[in-house]
């Protein structure tokens, strides 16, 4: 009887520590992706953190600078406002551009009732990516001041509105290896990208635009470089390979 | 039987050792992201909070068109949380501005500010104004050989004091030598001016029923006025103490009451035109924060108290000079009046009345003196603005060094941020 106790018990031992065993690796794995999806995610409230530092401390981008070239950290010039509003209309200054994330900012004016005073400025990109395509996003704000003239200074909240999503991840590889071209740094470059959606190119407007599975609308972003590029057809995993020649990507 | 027991046993502690192992990893691995998810929001915070403190000391008030920096500097230099920058700007409450502005930025009862003041003694700045008819040219005579080595003598000990003196329109011609108007009787000096009210009358915001600054050699309430407003030569700066000085010993306008049958005082009679004077210069005073002192006088020596002496000037008519006993004249008959009339004057605008009862005819001066000496600001410990802070919440110090204006000195805000 004991004997064949032990026949019994024997395997269910060894079924269960086989189980238990699985249960161990996949928790492991799990733990690891999940690891690797908050790393994403923290990426995301770091950049946005860094792209709202640079705008409001950089003399390239907002920051006020003296005649005797002392920059003003968080107080931007009014004109410098002006000109992104115009000139980034729909795109990422590059003073602050993330290669990796898509971001648009909104500074605004604030009056003595705390609320805005109805002047504001905007700029960045204009579309970001929706649906299954969208990873995560966040908007994160900060307090400036908004230099008018050397008597007229007034309180602002500029705010970023940052998405990690895939139409800015692809634009966003496609850019770098334009701008590391333009410079003569690198001239080819590849990348594996999954799309949750369809990509084309339009050379007209020069954007690039990305339509997600199941939906109609079209969500586009306007690019540095001319491509050629026959767009990607199909959702999925794809392999890209960018060269750069004389100021076009040519992505294959 | 044991063997199974042993082996189911076995197993029992193999499962608990791998649940424990499982439930670890994902302790530490949610432990550590929960950190870092913490570390990465309180670095956004902190920036923010240093943002907001950057950017608001570099905004500027709109009346005064002066940065949040230089006007809690001055608050501090001043000891105090209002600034006054003369007619024209007028009053700048440091508090308020910071108050709306980090309103607008943190969000209501979310934040707190400090700034200890520093112990710094301020500059002084005075205007006077001189009665010139011809009952003053015993004073004229003590003001211009005495007034302007009195404020030398505060420079000299390190108070930095500057008056401006402005006689009124007149200018009697005193038998004593000197004149009731600015001439080379009164020395120029950095610190001392003297100068005839006529030529401040156009940046006067107060006008007489006649459209003028002044009317009559006596007419310090408008007088006051005017020379409140315009200033003194340097003009206003808001970092001092600012005082006003009237000296005379009439109404303003003068004592005359022409309706009555006989010309002079007539006590009980309504001084219409005399009480308007007053009460423009007591707005005036009033709306520019400027007390007034002011110094009742007559020329009594030796003679009893509020008997007149002997009022020596020259006319036209009497090229030698007209000596006069007083015991008759106005300004003796409505000394009372006047009296009452200068205190109104004094306690409306937080000043001092040196009436006939305090004042001797020869210490003008000693009481111009004092009044200096006395002129200290009601200074403030430091500004405070702001919710107080919750001690059962996490909370953002953020430390900015603030140069006090003037003195070389740096005082420190304390800016702190709750969520």
């Given at each position: 009887m004991k004997g064949q106790l032990s026949y019994i018990i024997k395997p269910i031992t060894l079924v269960m520590i086989v189980v238990l065993l699985i249960l161990l690796y996949q928790s492991i794995s799990e733990s690891t992706v999940k690891e690797k999806e908050a790393q994403k995610s923290l990426n995301v409230v770091s950049s946005a953190t860094d792209v709202l530092l640079m705008l409001a401390n950089s003399y390239d981008c907002l920051a006020y600078r003296t005649t005797t070239e002392s920059i003003f950290s968080n107080v931007v010039d009014v004109g410098r406002l002006e000109e992104f509003s115009e000139r980034y209309e729909a795109i990422e200054p590059e003073c602050a551009r993330s290669y990796e994330f898509g971001w648009r900012a909104n500074v605004y004016e604030m009056?003595?009732?705390?609320?805005?005073?109805?002047?504001?400025?905007?700029?960045?990109?204009?579309?970001?990516?929706?649906?299954?395509?969208?990873?995560?996003?966040?908007?994160?704000?900060?307090?400036?001041?908004?230099?008018?003239?050397?008597?007229?200074?007034?309180?602002?909240?500029?705010?970023?509105?940052?998405?990690?999503?895939?139409?800015?991840?692809?634009?966003?590889?496609?850019?770098?290896?334009?701008?590391?071209?333009?410079?003569?740094?690198?001239?080819?470059?590849?990348?594996?990208?999954?799309?949750?959606?369809t990509v084309a190119y339009n050379a007209t407007d020069n954007t690039l635009c990305l339509t997600p599975s199941g939906s109609k609308k079209k969500i586009c972003r306007q690019m540095i470089c001319q491509l050629d590029f026959a767009g990607l057809k199909s959702p999925g995993e794809h392999m890209l390979s960018l060269a750069y020649s004389e100021g076009r990507v040519v992505i294959t | 039987m044991k063997g199974q027991v042993f082996e189911i046993f076995g197993f029992l502690i193999l499962a608990i050792?791998?649940?424990?192992?499982?439930?670890?990893?994902?302790?530490?691995?949610?432990?550590?992201?929960?950190?870092?998810?913490?570390?990465?929001?309180?670095?956004?915070?902190?920036?923010?909070?240093?943002?907001?403190?950057?950017?608001?000391?570099?905004?500027?008030?709109?009346?005064?068109?002066?940065?949040?920096?230089?006007?809690?500097?001055?608050?501090?230099?001043?000891?105090?949380?209002?600034?006054?920058?003369?007619?024209?700007?007028?009053?700048?409450n440091v508090v308020k501005e910071l108050e709306w502005r980090l309103d607008a930025l943190y969000g209501k009862g979310k934040w707190h500010v400090r700034v200890p003041y520093p112990d710094i003694t301020p500059d002084v700045q005075i205007v006077m104004v001189l009665d010139a008819s011809a009952s003053m040219c015993y004073a004229v005579k003590e003001i211009s050989t005495r007034l302007p080595a009195v404020i030398e003598s505060f420079i000299s000990a390190g108070k930095k004091v500057s008056a401006t003196l402005y006689i009124l329109p007149g200018g009697a011609d005193c038998c004593n030598g000197y004149k009731l108007q600015c001439s080379d009787q009164f020395p120029e000096t950095p610190y001392f001016h003297c100068r005839g009210i006529v030529e401040i009358e156009s940046s006067c915001d107060t006008k007489t029923a006649k459209g003028v600054g002044v009317q009559t050699d006596e007419d310090y309430g408008h007088g006051i006025a005017c020379a409140v407003e315009a200033g003194p030569v340097e003009e206003w700066s808001p970092l001092s103490v600012k005082l006003g000085i009237i000296?005379?010993?009439?109404?303003?306008?003068?004592?005359?009451?022409?309706?009555?049958?006989?010309?002079?005082?007539?006590?009980?009679?309504?001084?219409?035109?005399?009480?308007?004077?007053?009460?423009?210069?007591?707005?005036?005073?009033?709306?520019?924060?400027?007390?007034?002192?002011?110094?009742?006088?007559?020329?009594?020596?030796?003679?009893?108290?509020?008997?007149?002496?002997?009022?020596?000037?020259?006319?036209?008519?009497?090229?030698?000079?007209?000596?006069?006993?007083?015991?008759?004249?106005?300004?003796?008959?409505?000394?009372?009046?006047?009296?009452?009339?200068?205190?109104?004057?004094?306690?409306?605008?937080?000043?001092?009345?040196?009436?006939?009862?305090?004042?001797?005819?020869?210490?003008?001066?000693?009481?111009?003196?004092?009044?200096?000496?006395?002129?200290?600001?009601?200074?403030?410990?430091?500004?405070?603005?702001?919710?107080?802070?919750?001690?059962?919440?996490?909370?953002?110090?953020?430390?900015?060094?603030?140069?006090?204006?003037?003195?070389?000195?740096?005082?420190?805000?304390?800016?702190?941020q709750w969520s």
């Open positions: 009056g003595k009732n705390s609320l805005p005073t109805g002047a504001n400025w905007s700029f960045g990109a204009k579309d970001f990516s929706y649906g299954a395509a969208l990873m995560d996003s966040i908007k994160l704000d900060m307090p400036v001041a908004i230099r008018r003239s050397a008597k007229l200074v007034t309180p602002g909240i500029m705010e970023v509105k940052l998405v990690d999503g895939e139409l800015e991840k692809i634009a966003g590889f496609i850019d770098w290896s334009c701008q590391l071209g333009r410079k003569g740094r690198s001239v080819k470059s590849s990348a594996s990208v999954y799309l949750h959606g | 050792a791998v649940i424990g192992v499982i439930l670890l990893i994902r302790y530490f691995m949610i432990g550590s992201y929960g950190k870092t998810v913490l570390a990465m929001v309180e670095r956004h915070v902190y920036e923010e909070v240093h943002a907001g403190v950057n950017s608001i000391f570099f905004m500027t008030e709109e009346k005064s068109g002066r940065s949040m920096m230089e006007l809690v500097g001055i608050a501090a230099f001043t000891g105090n949380d209002t600034v006054n920058f003369g007619p024209g700007v007028g009053d700048v000296i005379s010993d009439e109404l303003p306008e003068g004592s005359e009451c022409f309706s009555s049958s006989r010309f002079g005082c007539c006590p009980g009679q309504d001084y219409v035109e005399q009480r308007k004077s007053l009460e423009a210069g007591i707005k005036s005073a009033q709306e520019n924060k400027i007390p007034i002192f002011t110094i009742q006088q007559i020329d009594f020596t030796g003679k009893d108290r509020k008997e007149c002496g002997t009022i020596c000037f020259k006319n036209a008519d009497c090229p030698g000079g007209i000596c006069a006993n007083q015991d008759l004249l106005l300004q003796c008959a409505c000394t009372d009046l006047v009296t009452q009339y200068h205190q109104d004057m004094a306690s409306a605008t937080g000043g001092k009345s040196f009436t006939l009862d305090s004042i001797s005819a020869s210490d003008i001066i000693d009481k111009i003196n004092q009044i200096i000496v006395e002129a200290k600001p009601v200074k403030k410990p430091s500004l405070e603005a702001g919710s107080a802070v919750p001690s059962y919440k996490s909370t953002r110090v953020v430390e900015v060094l603030i140069p006090v204006s003037v003195s070389g000195v740096y005082t420190k805000a304390y800016v702190t």
